[in-house]
C-alpha cells in the first residue's frame, strides 16, 4: 500500500468508487431490487465528497447498450437530492483569513434546525491541502455545542452536518479554530466556509 507524505512536494485527492447497485460493478439480469435508495447514495455523497474525496459512481450498461431506466431515475433522485443540500444558504464567508490557535466566530441569522451543515473549503488550487486540526462549534441558545467528528484535514471541502444536539435548536453562529498546519506558517485563507439549511431535505428523509 502506498502511504501518503501530507509533507511531500505531491498532491493527489482521495477517491471514493462505489456502486449504484449494491454488490454489481457490472450489470446483471433480475438486480433491480439491488439499486441503492436515494438516502443511502446521499449518505455515501457525504461520507466521500463530504470528505474531501472524489466520489467515483459507476454506470453499468444492460445488453441493450442503454442504462437502465431505473438506474436512471436513482442518478437523477441524487442529482436532485445533493441540490437541495446546497439549496437553502444560511450564511456564507468567502476568503476568511484564519490565524492558527485563534478562534474566529461568524454569527448569522437565526434558525430553527431540524439538521444542517457547516461546509469548510481549503483554497487547494493555490494553497494545497495543508490543514491537519481544528474545532468546530455551533451555538444555540443553550451555549456552544462541537462537532462530534475530530476536526482534523478539510481539502476541497468538508462537510460537517449538524450534531443530534442541535435537533430543534436555534443556531445562530459557528466558530471555528485552526490549530495545526502541515506548514510551519501562522495563518492560512481559505476558500470558504458557509452554512446550509437541511429542514428540507430531512422531510423528504433524504438524511
Known amino acids: 500500500m502506498i502511504q501518503g ?3 511531500g512536494q505531491l498532491f493527489c485527492p482521495a477517491n471514493c468508487d462505489t456502486v449504484i447497485r449494491q454488490h454489481y460493478w457490472f450489470w446483471q439480469p433480475n438486480t433491480e431490487c439491488s439499486v ?3 438516502r443511502r447514495l446521499v449518505r455515501e455523497y457525504l461520507t466521500s465528497v463530504g470528505h474531501g474525496c472524489t466520489l467515483l459512481l459507476n454506470l453499468n450498461p444492460d445488453t441493450r447498450g442503454l442504462v437502465p ?4 431515475s436513482a442518478y437523477e433522485a441524487l442529482g436532485k437530492a445533493i441540490a ?3 439549496q437553502y444558504l444560511v450564511a456564507k464567508y468567502c476568503s476568511p483569513e484564519m490565524q492558527v490557535g485563534e478562534e474566529k466566530i461568524w454569527k ?3 434558525m430553527k434546525s431540524l439538521n444542517g451543515s457547516v461546509v469548510l473549503m481549503e483554497d487547494i488550487e ?3 491541502q495543508i490543514v491537519m486540526e481544528y474545532e468546530l462549534k455551533l451555538e444555540t441558545e443553550d451555549g456552544w455545542i462541537k462537532t462530534p467528528e475530530p ?3 478539510i481539502g476541497h471541502k468538508r462537510i460537517h452536518p449538524f450534531p443530534i444536539a442541535l435537533a430543534n435548536k436555534k443556531v445562530t453562529a ?5 490549530t495545526r498546519l502541515v506548514t510551519k506558517q501562522k495563518s492560512i485563507t481559505l476558500r470558504e466556509v458557509s452554512v446550509y439549511d437541511w429542514n428540507e431535505a430531512v422531510k423528504q428523509n433524504l438524511i
Not at 431506466?69 to 436512471?72: M, N, P, V
Not at 459557528?174 to 485552526?178: A, D, H, M, T
Open 5 to 7: 507524505d501530507p509533507r
Open 36 to 38: 441503492k435508495s436515494t
Open 69 to 72: 431506466e431505473i438506474d436512471l
Open 84 to 86: 437541495l443540500l446546497y
Open 108 to 110: 448569522f441569522r437565526e
Open 126 to 128: 493555490y494553497s494545497g
Open 151 to 153: 476536526g482534523n484535514t
Open 174 to 178: 459557528i466558530s471555528l479554530n485552526i
